[in-house]
Nanobody
Framework: VRLVESGGGLVQAGDFLKLSCSTSEDYDTTYNMGWFRRIPGSEREFVAAVSWSGGRTLYGDSVKGRFTITRDGTKNVVYLQFNNVKPEDTGVYYC???????????WGQGTQVTVSS
């Protein structure tokens, strides 16, 4: 399974950033897509998820109101938009696919986001 993330890098606090993740896999069924992150010294935490249709979204408490997750019309690309990024958002961001029929999860390699103050 191939998940390709892009858009990470070094930004300043308060900046805008947008990550993208695409999957070329044919899961033969519906799947949700989302993002998790691992902040230095912490366990991997949930950031956001979007349903198959794109109509339902869910956010972690630490990013609610600042991040926006969207999914394109092909269903194969998910975006995570950061508004008002903070130094505590620094970490590795992982794209996630969760196949609904099996509840199986797939992961990308991760993309580093570093926010300077």
């Amino acid at each position: 399974v191939r998940l390709v993330e892009s858009g990470g890098g070094l930004v300043q606090a308060g900046d805008f950033l947008k990550l993208s993740c695409s999957t070329s896999e044919d899961y033969d069924t519906t799947y949700n897509m989302g993002w998790f992150r691992r902040i230095p010294g912490s366990e991997r935490e949930f950031v956001a998820a979007v349903s198959w249709s794109g109509g339902r979204t869910l956010y972690g408490d630490s990013v609610k109101g600042r991040f926006t997750i969207t999914r394109d019309g092909t269903k194969n690309v998910v975006y995570l938009q950061f508004n008002n990024v903070k130094p505590e958002d620094t970490g590795v961001y992982y794209c996630n696919v969760r196949v609904l029929s099996t509840d199986r999860n797939y992961w990308g390699q991760g993309t580093q986001v570093t926010v300077s103050s």
